[in-house]
Structures are given as structure tokens and as C-alpha cells.
């Protein structure tokens, strides 16, 4: 016995000719791709946040150096911060 076509060739070759011609032509493939655009106050809300989140930064090392005791105050630094407020009023 000779067996001439091999694989799924031979099969429902009717069914191979129907799915050619019902397959609308498609024309060239173009990517399509997504656009953001973030408005200045977003880019400002956010540069926000990065502050907030620093600061809270400082202020936990801070409260942890109170807690353990190893927070020195600098009276000359105060001193110099009040004079520097009141002078610019």
C-alpha cells in the first residue's frame, strides 16, 4: 500500500479553499500605541508627595533620636533662626 500525502495535507482540503477565500485581504499591519500626556499640576502634586515623604523621613530620624536620648539641640542654631525670622518681618 502507497500512501502519497502525509500529516493533516489530505484533510478537508475543501475546508483549507473556504477559509482562503472568506479571510478578508488585510492591508498593512500599522502599531498602535497609547499617549499620556500629565499636566503641569499633577507634575507638581507629585513633586509634593516627594517632599511630604522626605520630610516624614527627617521627622521619624528625628523622633527616633529623641526617643533614644541622642538628640543634641544646638542653642546658637535656635538662636540664629529666631533672629533670621524676626529680622526679615
Known sequence: MKINQYGTQGIN???RNYEKQSLPEQG????KSDKIEISSAAKGLQQSNEIVRSRQEKISSIKHAIETGNYEISSKE???SVLDFYSKQ
Open 78 to 80: 535656635i538662636a540664629k
Open 13 to 15: 482540503p475543501y475546508k
Open 28 to 31: 498593512p499591519v500599522t502599531k
